[in-house]
């Protein structure tokens, strides 16, 4: 099963994305985590990225397309993945569709997450991560997922760990502004690869508005 899982940043992409790689038993292939992966070990790619994304710029494609296309071919992604967070622009998109048609693989479902800019970015600021499960959802804003208290401190809503932070690029208001520029960017960026998706493959578009479960509920129905 190859799944690609689009939505703008603050949407739940990461949080539905885990349901979805539970769902079907695949690797979960985030860009950012990658990334994020690379740059707490101090790698090379690590430094170079994290320019990048400290400023809410994407990373190169040149470093990034070669990257996620040799994940593709690691022996994890045999009985398929869910890739989330990349493409990230129409150029990605090109060169993934490219890739695919070449080796002759088949996407089976392209899912988008659609939200409005304002609610997202609300979403994003108070979003905390848990450091045991950084797909336990928690957010300050959200009153379903809302982290509880104790003794002064907030505990993930999920396992009550009370290592919860906001990722440093989250309490940027310019950086989210950035990020969003990108994704809603329909003449080269992210929506401008759903939307060349959508001219070669059928998309399945779920409300990203409502709760958790609710969206949830909603892909689980379309993703037949
Ligand atoms: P995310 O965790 O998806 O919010 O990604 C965090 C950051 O990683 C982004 O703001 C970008 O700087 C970088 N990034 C993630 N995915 C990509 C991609 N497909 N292409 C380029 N940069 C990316």
Not at 33 to 58: C, Y
């Amino acid at each position: 099963m190859n799944i690609l899982i689009f939505g703008p940043n603050g949407s739940g992409k990461g949080t539905q994305g885990a349901i979805v790689q539970k769902k079907y038993g695949v690797p979960h292939i985030e860009t950012g985590v990658i990334f994020r992966q690379n740059i707490s070990k101090k790698t090379p790619l690590g430094e170079k990225a994290k320019t990048f994304i400290d400023r809410g710029e994407l990373v190169p494609d040149d470093i990034t397309i070669p990257m996620i296309l040799n994940r593709l071919k690691e022996d994890d992604c045999k009985k398929g993945w869910l890739l989330d967070g990349f493409p990230r622009n129409l150029a990605q998109a090109e060169a993934l569709w490219a890739a695919l048609q070449k080796e002759n693989i088949k996407l089976d479902f392209v899912i988008e997450i659609d939200l409005d800019r304002e609610t997202a970015k609300k979403r994003i600021m108070g979003r905390r991560l848990c450091k045991m499960d950084n797909n336990h959802p928690n957010n300050i804003f959200i009153d379903a997922i809302k982290p509880h208290e104790h003794d002064g401190n907030i505990i993930c809503s999920v396992c009550g760990c009370e290592d919860l932070s906001a990722r440093d690029d989250d309490q940027d208001a310019s950086a989210i502004d950035k990020r969003h520029g990108i994704y809603y960017d329909t003449k080269t960026g992210t929506l401008a690869g759903v939307n060349y998706f959508k001219e070669r493959t059928k998309v399945i578009i779920v409300d990203g508005s409502t709760g958790v479960k609710e969206v949830a509920e909603e892909l689980m129905k379309k993703l037949i």
